[in-house]
């Protein structure tokens, strides 16, 4: 079977937060709340820059525990306030090569009532199995750390 990103399945995972789908929505789009949980631990969100509205692009860099910097970028290509997030998705980390595929990221936020909302993730255009394993792994853990942001700490 070959390993292009049209043979691939998209990820998608389903998470239940603990938020309204407007707080989860500036998550995802709010500088200062994209640095709290879209990096994997050990490493660090250093910089964001986000243009949040349709066309506008983010830009996100992150520094590894050995100092390295890994890049994610893209654009907007749909957003819904409180309801839905499109965005193209390029992950650049140092010495290795541009992907070739075009990848694309869906978030569809519902509301179950005040609080929780639900969040479903669509990753699609990953270009091989093992870069498709690594972001299923990435984003379990994101979406755990995106969770504990509205945590109650009584």
Known sequence: MPNDAASLPAIELT?????????????????????????????????????????????IQVRGTEGREYAIGGEYLDLVPGRRIVMSWDYRSPGAPPSTTAQCVTVRLTELGARPSQLDLLHEGIGDLAARERMIRAWTVLLEKLDQIYVKTD
């Open 15 to 59: 998470r239940v937060i603990d938020a309204p789908a407007a707080s989860i929505y500036r998550a995802w789009t709010d500088p200062l709340l994209i640095r709290h949980w879209l990096a994997e631990p050990p490493y660090k969100v250093e910089r964001v820059l986000t243009e949040a509205h349709t066309g506008g692009i983010y830009r």
